[in-house]
């Protein structure tokens, strides 16, 4: 993300609407935090999970795109 004159933001977090987490953007990557950790890590236009038993991908509703949040497994 770049401001009017070429500088990089240093941080922005949007809120996820079902109090799940919050996109972060850190001034250079992307990432969806839960409980204050980072979950998953956007990387060539796509999630990649930093935790076993998560997964996290955007969802097909092209009305209406958001971020689903998947557990199938112990996440310790």
Known sequence: MFDCCGR???EV???L???GGIVEFDGKHMFVVRDGV??????NRKWVS???GITVRDTKDK???GIEIIY????H
């Open 13 to 15: 977090k949007i809120e």
């Open 38 to 43: 980072r979950i998953a890590k956007r990387e």
């Open 63 to 65: 009305r209406h795109p």
């Open 17 to 19: 609407d079902n109090g």
């Open 50 to 52: 930093l935790i076993p």
């Open 8 to 10: 990089e933001d240093r």
């Open 72 to 75: 199938s497994g112990p996440t």
